[in-house]
């Protein structure tokens, strides 16, 4: 899969980014001239401009964002994508099928990016070295754009759940605004393209999920939903994920369209308690490649 492979370099490029700041703290004391930082595409970042008397803080966001630029464009060269194997085109999947039952889960986060509370679960999932999925509100991520940068940066999956957030049908036409828009927005401003879908609400008969088969996403839905969106106390919402806990399954939760306090604060446990049960953590496209590549080996058996 080439999302694999394309998320060890950016990681590299935010640890640096560690390093650079440091340096900038000592060029508050000793004049430098202004230089300048060639990306891997070759494009120059002149660190001098972004630096220039500026506050440390102001310094150091200002090259934050153009080193993000700088791996956005050359996402865009790369043609990174975050797509499920060509078997999972059109199809409905609310789990991974595997064969083994390995002890495999992927956690899900929806209608970000949201102020606050997606950047808190990026945090926890650093922490935790954990790789999520985010289906992405397409007007949402055009409002909060360095967000939708950083999930991707920091090797997690993005993908479309339209641009509104609509429940009522859809014609053709709307579907199509609603989710080719959204893929756009996200190529735009991540350098991704990705075929993979979720319906808001789970809604299959309002016109959108249609579209998006048709056009051949893999429609995600989950085995396991949270209902945080109603916003249940952190004992409940904790328990909401783990009762429906299985191998190959897909959590719901949101780190968006609302005030997801309650999953942040719960999100740490989940994590310590799928462990403790021994599960290990993958992204979507990674538990359907795993599907995927035990279903080819029982084929090839028995031919």
Not at 24 to 33: A, E, F, M, S, Y
Not at 82 to 98: C, N, Q, V, W
């Amino acid at each position: 899969m080439g999302s694999k492979k394309s998320f060890i370099w950016p990681e590299k490029v935010l640890l640096g980014l560690a390093a650079l700041s440091a340096t900038l703290c000592v060029g508050l004391i000793i004049p430098i001239k202004p230089n300048v930082f060639m990306g891997k595409s070759g494009q120059a970042i002149d660190v001098g401009s972004v630096v220039a008397s500026q506050p440390i803080q102001l310094r150091i966001e200002g090259l934050k964002d153009a080193m993000l630029t700088s791996w956005q464009q050359q996402a865009k060269t790369r043609g990174l994508a975050h797509s499920a194997p060509k078997r999972f085109e059109g199809a409905t999947i609310d789990r991974a099928k595997l064969a083994k039952g390995e002890k495999v889960i992927a956690l899900t986060f929806d209608d970000g990016p949201w102020p606050t509370y997606t950047g808190e679960v990026l945090d926890i999932l650093k922490a935790n070295n954990i790789k999520g999925t985010f289906f992405v509100v397409g007007q949402n991520l055009k409002s909060f754009p360095d967000l939708g940068k950083r999930v991707v940066a920091e090797g997690h999956i993005i993908a479309n759940h339209t641009w509104h957030h609509w429940y009522h049908h859809m014609n053709p036409q709307v579907a199509a605004y609603e989710i080719d828009r959204t893929s756009d927005q996200i190529y735009q401003i991540t350098g991704v393209r990705t075929t993979l879908f979720r319906p808001p609400g789970g809604i299959m008969n309002n016109g959108v999920a249609a579209y998006a088969k048709n056009k051949k996403y893999s429609l995600i839905m989950w085995s396991s939903d949270s209902n945080d969106y109603s916003r249940p106390g952190i004992p409940r919402l904790i328990n909401n994920v783990m009762k429906e806990a299985k191998p190959g399954g897909i959590v719901l939760m949101h780190d968006g369209g609302g005030n997801r306090s309650n999953t942040v604060k719960a999100l740490p446990q989940i994590i310590q308690n799928f462990r403790k049960q021994g599960y290990r953590f993958l992204t979507v496209p990674e538990l359907l490649e795993m599907e995927d590549k035990q279903q080819g080996v029982v084929t090839a058996k028995k031919q």
